[in-house]
């Protein structure tokens, strides 16, 4: 994955390879991080690596052609979202679940 280093968060801090690395790690740790639908969810077995300031690795387990599309649905936002409550991770024992 490339990053486009000009990249910007509505708050104006910079999109970068932290920023990635920092969503996939929570959602990662999440229960069900799409509930609408598992088939959305990463393979826990995955790897993700920092292999310069504006690019990604991600090491699948296995073949997977639904990647893409898996990535589209994984919510990448400035570090004061996780600083704050975000999608109620903290608040309600790691499901990610929100106000559900």
Known sequence: ???RPRNRFQSGRPVTTGSVVQ???EQQR????HP???QFNVDKRTRLD???PHRLRFTLPERDGALVGKLRAMHIMDARFWED???GYAR???TGE???
């Open 50 to 52: 920092v292999l310069s």
């Open 92 to 94: 309600d024992e790691s």
């Open 1 to 3: 994955m490339w990053l």
């Open 30 to 33: 999440w229960l069900s991080p």
């Open 98 to 100: 929100g106000h559900w």
């Open 23 to 25: 969503a996939f790690t």
């Open 85 to 87: 409550l975000g999608f």
């Open 36 to 38: 609408p639908g598992t």
